[in-house]
């Protein structure tokens, strides 16, 4: 954990201590992940002769790119999203980002996920090409193209960190 450089230690003692549980309970998450023998591929853990001889990022920066193809195809068949161009990237912090100029970014690391959660954040960004906003009115479209999303944001949430190699 960090702390910036102006906060005296005993707010930082008193943040700990309040905060505990919850640091244990992310502490156990993250070990979790550590301790796993393979590594997830569309939500399903692959023992580590499945990934033998490949680079990791590389082999998942393909799979992403070629499974975000094939979604936004599906989803953009009409063409209504007007979309500019398609990245896979690594951020440290998003699934996904849309650019007021239609650029649709998408992490590489989201081939670890089950294919119903990358569905998901295709139409988050896709949303984004009506919606610039997390306005009531973009997450009721969000809701009408994927029913499930709240149980996929969740998926996320309680796998963010079997989603790090």
């Known amino acids: 954990m960090n702390a910036g450089e102006h906060i005296p230690d005993?707010?930082?003692e008193t943040?700990?201590?309040?905060k505990s549980a919850w640091i244990d309970k992310q502490w156990q998450k993250y070990e979790l992940a550590l301790n796993e023998k393979?590594?997830?591929y569309l939500g399903e853990l692959k023992d580590l002769e499945f990934f033998q001889d490949k680079d990791l990022e590389k082999f998942y920066r393909a799979e992403t790119g070629r499974i975000v193809k094939g979604l936004l195809e599906i989803h953009n068949e009409d063409?209504?999203?007007?979309?500019?161009?398609?990245?896979?990237?690594?951020?440290?912090?998003?699934w996904g980002s849309c650019s007021s100029a239609?650029?649709?970014?998408?992490?590489?690391?989201?081939?670890?996920a089950p294919t119903e959660v990358i569905e998901y954040i295709i139409i988050h960004e896709l949303c984004h090409r009506i919606e610039m906003n997390h306005s009531k009115e973009f997450w009721r479209l969000v809701q009408e193209k994927c029913p499930e999303f709240r149980r996929h944001k969740a998926w996320l949430k309680r796998n963010q960190f079997r989603l790090n190699i």
């Open 15 to 18: 943040f700990v201590q309040k």
């Open 79 to 94: 063409d209504k999203y007007d979309i500019n161009k398609v990245f896979i990237k690594g951020q440290k912090t998003r």
């Open 10 to 12: 005993p707010e930082i």
């Open 102 to 112: 239609g650029n649709l970014n998408f992490n590489w690391r989201l081939a670890m």
């Open 38 to 40: 393979g590594y997830l």
